[in-house]
């Protein structure tokens, strides 16, 4: 039986780096506990992931969220290098992570998105004629950030509106106007070939910003049996998303308006925290954490159980 010796890389430059050091150390403490040899580095930009050797090392774990951790520069690299990997290949992350391609890919499978504005230019931006597209409320994102950084709820403020494009603008990738639309926010995690039990989201802010999902003490999920239709529905987009981009797992981000699953984003690289929803989910797909862990970086059965 081959030996396994993995490389855990995680911290990252991104918005994202201290949920990506959380999920590090979970996943450390899951190998440790399956007596995998493994090591831990805190990368802190994309030249100190190029510089370091993997040399004895089998395969690496990528810890990271956002930046190049998840946008396919990692996954490049180590294509380039042959060395296996979770998650996906560099061209679904690279789509995933832009989210104005991940909505051209919905939209072409006929899913349901928000109504949205694409800009690379703040200056092309005019209030007037947003409002005029997409009504009186409406979000502001940065294209290519996770975790609701650079996003805001616009609400016929002209002030308002000029700070979040510019906070948007200042990631560098572009800028994503949606119409708001409101509704139950879900969780939905597929894995291996199957959709995982829902989770719905509760949150007291106007939508689910950064705070609601970190800061925040009254955020809670909580499992939610979905009306057979729209499972049906929902499960059915999930699976063609993942055959068509050729994912093994994710999470994705999903409000129900008016009956509809709308999706919002997909996560390649899902937080892996004690606090995080994919392992719920897998969990109550009878999956362990370690299990999960294993799954993951194909170290383990590919297989799950029916609920």
């Known amino acids: 039986m081959k030996v396994e010796n993995i490389a855990i890389i995680t911290g990252g430059d991104s918005s994202e780096r201290e949920v990506a ?23 802190h930009n994309y030249k100190h992931l190029v510089d370091l050797s993997f040399k004895g090392y089998s395969r690496v774990f990528l810890a990271l969220h956002g930046g190049f ?29 832009d989210k104005r391609l991940t909505k051209h890919i919905a939209k072409g499978l006929e899913i349901e998105v928000p109504e949205y504005l694409f800009f690379e230019n703040p200056r092309a931006v005019s209030f007037e004629d947003v409002k005029q597209r997409l009504g009186d409320r409406f979000i502001v994102k940065a294209n290519n950030e996770g975790c609701s950084v650079g ?5 016929d403020s002209r002030a308002d509106f000029q700070t979040s494009i510019e906070s948007a603008f200042s990631y560098k990738n572009g800028i994503l106007i949606e119409r708001f639309i409101s509704g139950q926010e879900l969780s939905v995690c597929y894995f291996h070939g199957k959709v995982l039990p829902s989770f719905a989201v509760g949150f007291t802010t106007d939508f689910f910003s950064y705070e609601a999902k970190f800061l925040s003490e009254d955020t809670k999920s909580w499992l939610i049996e979905l009306e057979p239709s729209l499972k049906s529905e929902l499960e059915s987009n999930c699976i063609r998303i993942a055959q068509v981009l050729g994912l093994d797992y ?7 308006n008016n ?4 999706l919002i984003e997909l996560n390649t690289l899902p937080g892996l925290t004690s606090h ?22 194909n170290l383990g059965p590919i297989e799950l159980i029916d609920t």
Do not use: W
């Not at 050091?21 to 990368?43: E, M, P, W, Y």
């Not at 396919?72 to 992570?97: D, E, F, R, V």
């Not at 929803?277 to 993951?296: H, N, R, T, W, Y």
């Open 276 to 297: 995080s929803l994919f392992p719920k989910a897998c969990l109550e797909q009878g999956i362990s954490f370690d299990q999960m862990v294993l799954m993951l970086n």
């Open 259 to 262: 009956g509809k699953p709308y």
């Open 21 to 43: 050091l959380q999920t590090a150390t979970a996943v450390s403490q899951s190998f440790t506990r399956l007596g995998i040899r493994h090591d831990v580095f805190d990368v």
């Open 151 to 155: 996003v805001a709820l616009i609400e």
């Open 69 to 97: 951790g998840e946008n396919g520069m990692a996954q490049s690299l180590l294509k380039g290098l042959s060395i296996p990997h979770n998650g996906p290949t560099p061209q679904a992350s690279a789509i995933c992570m």
């Open 250 to 256: 994710y999470r994705a981000d999903i409000i129900i």
